[in-house]
Nanobody, 123 residues
């Protein structure tokens, strides 16, 4: 059974940093694209960042570009999201995702979802 386990969420003050990790079990995703989505209270789930299977290509939502960095370690079957200069509007549940499709920015293009990790940014 495939499982994606996020960790690293929590409470941080505005301007602070957090690093999310997501480890996969049940199969290897070295040839899949990884990514992160988030869902704030009362809002729809939205794309945050993605990284290609090789790690050579990354892309970000405009709202996080320059502040967030996605990376992956295929040997560990793990993806990371380094979040700097956090803002209260970054408060959301963050979901780790895996997709066979390139540039998977829509929820319909995702093959696997994690359970989510809550990130709360206080002002």
């Amino acid at each position: 059974q495939v499982q994606l386990d996020e960790s690293g969420g929590g409470l941080v003050q505005a301007g602070g940093s957090l690093r999310l990790s997501c480890a996969a079990s049940g199969r290897t995703f070295s040839t899949y694209n990884w990514g992160w989505f988030r869902q704030a209270p009362g809002k729809e789930r939205e794309f945050v960042a993605a990284i290609s299977w090789s790690g050579d290509s990354t892309f970000y939502a405009y709202s996080v570009k320059g502040r967030f960095t996605i990376s992956r370690d295929n040997a560990k079957n793990t993806v990371y999201l380094q979040m700097n200069s956090l803002k209260p509007e970054d408060t959301a549940v963050y979901y780790c995702v895996v997709s066979r499709r390139n540039y998977a920015t829509s929820t319909s293009s995702i093959d696997y979802w994690g359970e989510g990790a809550l990130v709360t940014v206080s002002s």
